[in-house]
Nanobody, 115 residues
Framework: QVQLVESGGGLVQPGGSLRLSCAAS????????VGWYRQGPGKQRELVAR???????YYVDSVKGRFTLSRDIAKNLLYLQMNNLKLEDTAVYYC?????????WGQGTQVTVSS
């Protein structure tokens, strides 16, 4: 069982930035892959970014060039740096890890982009 806790969400104006953090009960380096998902109002949960072994990172087209997934190995944190935020980025953002024992999710953190 892996416990994940997200933080860093909030209210931001269009064009602003936020950095989300995810803390895990296990080492991120031990997981098969790590990533961020989001679920906007009335929408299905979608993949935002995912990192695979070898630090290969995939981004959904709508966030490419604006969002960056990274890890702080010393602090064992997973980040999602979000720049130039748009109204359509409003969603609950979830941290996700894939392990040999299954996939695990955090409780989510709300990001609201509004003027």
């Amino acid at each position: 069982q892996v416990q994940l806790v997200e933080s860093g969400g909030g209210l931001v104006q269009p064009g602003g930035s936020l950095r989300l953090s995810c803390a895990a009960s296990g080492r991120f380096s031990s997981f098969n892959s790590v990533g961020w998902y989001r679920q906007g109002p009335g929408k299905q949960r979608e993949l935002v970014a995912r990192q695979f072994p070898g630090d290969v990172t995939y981004y959904v087209d709508s966030v490419k060039g604006r969002f960056t997934l990274s890890r702080d190995i010393a602090k064992n944190l997973l980040y999602l740096q979000m720049n130039n935020l748009k109204l359509e980025d409003t969603a609950v953002y979830y941290c996700n890890v894939d392990t040999w024992g299954g996939a695990f999710w955090g409780q989510g953190t709300q990001v609201t982009v509004s003027s």
